[in-house]
């Protein structure tokens, strides 16, 4: 039987956490949680398989290589101490989703990275290169997997992007949209999850992020 989140307020937040969207004292507060939460502690682990298939899709499409280092099993025989914190820290971090940062193939392009959370305290401004193609990754934690969405990407209320019956979103509500290059030049943009049904196209989620 799987053993369920001990502080689940807490828990709420893992996603956030993989994705680097916690502010500092949010981020302490998780680590310390996952010191003594089984079940958050092995749906981290569970990321890495996650990472791994990301890393897969974005080299079909032309991307970019990645690497990363595999996560040993660390529950057993664990201590809630600074040192055992700083080892699990580091090894966390390694495969996350954002570990898009290796020695570029000069075989394929480089990509540059938009993730989106519905976390206040995330900082949604991104300094890209305008001549790489960019993925966006967004987190809407209420997804129904039967039900199809529409995604519009504007640029000050000027639509530039619009991906109708949307649902390629994977085991951790987060979908991507892979965008070419000179699409979205700096300003700010807001991304919108739109329900697609015949009785409502109500916004259901809505980012604001500002390309620099």
Known sequence: ???ECIQKEIGKQLHAYELSALNEEMKAEFELHILKCESCFKELQGFEKEAAILKQEIFTEGLEKVSSKKVKPLWE???????????????LIYPAFLGLTTTP???????????LVPVRSADNRYSLNQENDIVISFVYPDVDKNKSYIVEIFNNDQKVITLDDYKDFDR???????????????GNF???????????????QEFNFQIL
């Open 105 to 115: 193939d000069s075989s394929v392009s480089t990509v540059e990275s938009i993730v």
């Open 172 to 186: 951790y509500n987060t979908g991507r949209i892979l965008i070419s290059k000179g699409i979205l030049t700096p």
């Open 190 to 204: 807001q991304l919108r999850i739109i329900e697609n049904s015949e009785s409502s196209n109500n916004v259901i």
């Open 1 to 3: 039987m799987k053993k």
């Open 77 to 91: 025989n664990f201590t809630i101490s600074s040192a055992v914190l700083a080892t699990l820290v580091v090894m």
